[in-house]
């Protein structure tokens, strides 16, 4: 690979909160972008004025379209580049000042099959910039660089957009993001990545701050509808390899959402919101055929219904807690 130019693609929408500090992360990069995108996703506030100003100073440029989530906005920005590599960050996260020139080196140094995509670890911080955790991904359990499906399926891929540098061969060869998705749709571009045999390099330290908080992280419709596809398509995408003895929905997909929509259950009873948790326990219980003759199965099965009835689960939930300690 050649050609190693870069074009750093910010999606926005309402986010004038966050919208300077993350374009003046850019601006600060050891090694600049070739070029500079931010996509207007339909804001209604003063975010895209915060662009034009900024724009002044160093050049950005700034494209518009109606609402279509952020799948649909990366895919618009991309089509409107012409980098080899694309850098997306998101409008609430941040870069340090070396993170272009880290993830390029590994395209520059990879031999081997072609890299699909680099990546770093990051750092959580808060709402307010503050660091809450360091080194999110370095951790024993997960598997960096990605290289076993099952791993990938049972695990998820754990990797922020705004931590990775793509090759645009691989993004165009796949389609780019599945616009059907809000939320998910990372995890989902880089197992098809991986899927379509492109490498991925891994860097074990941050390069970018992911920014988690209640805007950005709490429950929707569009959301929920989003993870529900995702898990269908994920079904069906992973049929039994009985010959390799692989049973992904059993051990990988089915243990791996039920926790997920408990989470999200757990979370919601922090909100007082009934009706979602009815509703994800019934998601949950939904997926509980799926694991085969196990005791497991039969656990679910018998303690999935009470958590229906949003009290009892909740104690329920805290007295297993305190046995698992």
């Not at 409107?80 to 996260?93: G, R, V």
């Not at 045999?197 to 950005?216: G, K």
Request: proline fraction near 6%; include cysteine.
């Amino acid at each position: 690979m050649t050609d190693r130019s870069i074009v750093a693609i910010i999606p926005l929408f309402n986010g004038a909160r966050w919208i300077d500090g993350t374009i003046r992360s850019v601006f600060s990069q050891t090694l600049p972008p070739d070029e500079f995108i931010v996509i207007d996703d339909g804001s209604t506030d003063d975010g895209p004025a915060i662009v034009e100003k900024l724009a002044r100073e160093r050049h950005i440029t700034l494209l518009c379209k109606p609402n279509g989530g952020q799948s649909a906005a990366r895919n618009f920005a991309v089509a409107h580049s012409k980098s080899a590599l694309i850098a997306l960050l998101d409008q609430d996260d941040r870069w340090y000042p070396n993170h272009l020139e880290v993830l390029r080196r590994e395209f520059e140094k990879h031999e081997g099959m072609p890299l699909g995509w680099a990546y770093s670890d990051f750092d959580d911080v808060d709402a307010d910039g503050r660091v809450v955790s360091r080194m999110f991904v370095e951790r024993p359990s997960l598997e960096n660089p990605k290289r076993r499906l099952v791993s990938l399926l049972s695990q998820g891929l754990i990797i922020q957009p705004s931590a990775t540098l793509i090759s645009r061969a691989a993004f165009e060869a796949l389609g780019g993001f599945d616009e059907h998705l809000c939320g998910y749709e990372d995890d989902d571009l880089f197992l098809r990545i991986f899927r379509e045999s492109f490498d991925n390099a891994y860097v074990p330290y941050p390069t970018s701050q992911w920014r988690i908080h209640e805007a950005c992280c709490g429950a929707s419709d569009r959301m929920d509808d989003s993870l529900r596809y995702y898990i269908k398509k994920l079904l069906s995408a992973f049929p039994d390899d009985r010959w390799r003895g692989a049973y992904y929905a059993r051990d990988a997909i089915a243990p791996r959402f039920i926790e997920i929509w408990l989470q999200m259950y757990v979370r919601a009873w922090r909100y007082r919101n009934y009706a979602k948790m009815r509703e994800y326990a019934r998601e949950a219980l939904a997926l509980v055929p799926l694991l085969g003759v196990k005791p497991r199965r039969l656990l679910y099965s018998i303690a999935f219904p009470v958590l229906r009835f949003p009290m009892l689960g909740m104690a329920m939930i805290a007295v297993g807690r305190r046995l698992l300690r």
